[in-house]
């Protein structure tokens, strides 16, 4: 059964979700680091440290960051989990560039290997890896179970898998806030600081559409995943999945 996140897609012609996405994450790159700062007040950096923190108990060496933007998530690991290798894909070649300029600029590129890719195929053998990450990503698959599978694939025994997700608060206190903010304000300081009128608009529809709490880890179990666990932090605004190959 198909998630309803994978009907949504940024700008709702006839192509597929995938090519939509590639085309607004290229479109919103030179902006995308600051409104992630902005529209979460910088707590997306303590959502990563937890999911850091988190992983700092399992010893990874080589890890895949899927969805990897322009680089934090990895970058982040590369500094505080002292692995071999970390290796992040993305669909957007515009958010590859920036994110292999900022690994530069960190002296990380001994570590740290950006380039595109697509998750719906991972070109990587069987058991590559100890740890593969997605932050932020996962709603805009166009194939939630295809995409988990692939993780699933090039995932060593023993090896985990950590999501980071945003998802909506489910107190009846701050959910009419959280609308407010994500369905009105949002979009209206996306448009003016990325030019890309949709952009803005699909992240609220898409974080609504994403199965979130035990709907997520149920398509992560149904592909093999086990010990699979979800946190929620700062009022549910946002989830940290993780499983065990």
Known sequence: MDADCEKITPYKDNR?????????????????????RAMTFGIDRLWRRRAVNLLRRHGVNYILDIATGTGDLAIDMSRRLDPLGVTGIDISEKMVEIGMRKVADADLADVVKLMKGDCMELSFPDESFDCVTVAYGVRNFENLARGYAEMYRVLKSGGIVCVLELSTPRSF??????????????????????????AYTYLPESIAAVPQGDAMLSIMRNVGFRETHCRRMTFGTCSLYTALK
């Open 16 to 36: 597929d979700k995938a090519s939509q996405v590639r085309e607004m994450f290229d479109n919103i790159a030179p902006a995308y680091d600051f409104m992630n």
């Open 173 to 198: 206190l701050v959910r009419p806030f959280y609308n407010l903010y994500a369905n009105y304000l949002i979009p209206a300081v996306g448009k003016f600081v990325s030019n890309d009128a949709r």
